[in-house]
């Protein structure tokens, strides 16, 4: 099954301000006819690149079979993690950047990971706040999400 998914991720007061996450999947049924679904989730204490993660896995784990997926991002630090190989370089020196330093976000580099071994997934880069359609709903399904909990 072919699905595609877009996500976004905020954090207000990055780093350790409220956040959340936005993503949109979609299939198209063999007759032709588009299903969407969408997720959001805020959390109290995070930052920016974790939303950014916690969108793709949100979204991966709410498929309920193996599935062909092309995620739309506008995140570089997700996007180029598993199209330039910096998750390879990672596993293989320890969860160490290449600066020696412990790769943050590693819980959720490792959640993510293990969806990918479920589902073929294709990382596609977008440009944030550029008018791409589904971009701006998660980032506006992500600001309102970690909106509500600065209301509280």
Known sequence: MKVTIFTDGAARGNPEGPGGY?????YTDPKGILHEK?????????????????????ALEALNRPCDVDLYSDSQYLV????DGWIGNWQRNGWKTAGKDPVKNRDLWERLL?????HHVTFHWVKGH????????CDKLATSAADALRKQ
């Open 114 to 118: 293990e969806l990918t071994k479920t």
């Open 22 to 26: 936005g993503c949109i999947l979609q």
């Open 80 to 83: 180029k993690a598993f199209k």
């Open 38 to 58: 969408e997720l959001s989730e805020g959390f109290e204490k995070t930052t920016n690149n974790r939303m950014e993660l916690m969108g793709p896995i949100a």
């Open 130 to 137: 550029d008018g791409h359609p589904e971009n701006e709903r």
